[in-house]
């Protein structure tokens, strides 16, 4: 993943919205304070302010869909760490935080994502 884009929101206190790319797909992130610098590779998972509506899905295929509000978007994942709350949609490593007990590693789930985030 890389930081495409950077529009600067407050520029003296490091808050941005961004464009992150894995090569083939964007999504847009808020980042504060961002620490990554133009086309700076991020080895670390993005994260989500508020996860809503989980399910275990049985079709075994990423999403990724903008909605209306800027950062938000309703994603279909692979939990790759459910301890953690990791999934991966496509090459994007998103920390959903808590995830129920009932789901597993290897899992694909749905949620509404709002505010997609950048931080270290």
């Known amino acids: ?67 209306t509000d800027l950062w938000d978007y309703h994603i279909v994942g692979k939990v790759i760490n459910r301890k953690d709350g990791i999934v991966c949609v496509f090459d994007f490593e998103i920390c959903l935080g808590y995830l129920p007990s009932y789901i597993r590693d290897g899992e694909y789930i749905s949620c509404d994502c709002t505010r997609i985030e950048l931080y270290l």
């Open 1 to 67: 993943m890389k930081i495409i884009k950077i529009d600067w929101l407050d520029e003296e206190a490091l808050e941005a919205s961004i464009v992150i790319s894995d090569g083939t797909r964007t999504i847009n992130a808020f980042s504060h304070p961002l620490e990554f610098k133009l086309f700076e590779t991020i080895n670390v998972p993005l994260n989500v302010l508020i996860v809503e509506n989980v399910k275990i899905v049985d079709d075994a295929v990423f999403l990724l869909e903008e909605q």
